[in-house]
């Protein structure tokens, strides 16, 4: 599930940045891996909701072995897993243990500290779910459609579509506007993947094709000012 990270220089990332982590992963339905001396591994589900200032709840979704049984409260382990192209790595402190017949349970304490290692040549970044709103928009033939900005770097963007049916199939060339407070991106861009997450709405990732020095001119300062922005939050 999680390969070795390219970057020996990860971001450290601080409890706030941590629990900003653990929702994206909660929303984006991602697993995660918890990883025990035993070298027995497990792949998890953040339970939604469960988030709070202190902890989080993992969720089973194999029958649990048992060396996960065997955990108690108190026990350290390790999770581990990717988000939109970065591995991270946290190491937690089990707050409780339920187990069933079936599956098991989890309640981890947030950590104080853990790692983000950026696997692409450009990182990506997702606007700030406060402040300013950004409004992204999409045009393939015959539709123009209102997306959400999930993050985006200086070379591509992810998008989230609400509409499941429209077709926007690998290898389309798409024209995209991004807008936000004095920024104002427009780029025609290549879809490179796209998935349909839980069947009611649809995220694809494409890369800009416009080099032009004044949409460089453009992106560089947008970016620039998000990378600012979760740096802050990581501190």
């Known amino acids: 599930m999680v390969s070795s990270p390219s970057n020996p220089n990860p971001y450290r990332l601080g409890a706030q940045g941590i629990r900003y982590l653990l929702r994206q992963i909660t929303h984006q339905r991602e697993q995660v891996l918890l990883a025990l001396p035993e070298g027995v591994s497990s792949p998890m ?66 950590p104080d500290s853990g790692e983000l290692h950026e696997r692409r040549a450009c990182p990506r970044f997702a606007p700030p779910s406060t402040g300013p709103r950004t409004v992204a928009v999409v045009h393939v033939p015959g539709e123009i459609m209102l997306c959400q900005l999930v993050n985006i770097s200086r070379e591509g963007i992810r998008l989230r579509l609400e509409v499941p049916h429209v077709d926007i199939g690998d ?34 990732g494409a890369r800009f094709l416009a080099r032009d020095p004044d949409f460089l001119h453009r992106l560089h300062p947008f970016v620039a000012e998000l990378e600012r922005y979760w740096a802050r939050m990581r501190a």
């Open 45 to 110: 589900l953040i339970v939604p909701e469960s988030v709070t200032q202190a902890s989080f709840e993992l969720q089973s979704l194999l029958l649990p072995e048992p060396a996960v049984r065997a955990l108690r409260a108190g026990d350290n382990v390790q999770l581990s897993g990717r988000l939109n192209g970065a591995v991270f790595r946290l190491s937690v402190e089990l707050d409780a243990v339920h187990m069933q017949a079936q599956d098991g349970q989890l309640r981890c304490h947030i």
């Open 171 to 204: 290898e389309q060339v798409v024209f995209c506007e991004v807008r936000r407070e004095h920024h104002l991106l427009q780029s025609k861009a290549d879809v490179r993947w796209r998935k349909t997450p839980d069947g009611t709405h649809q995220e694809f």
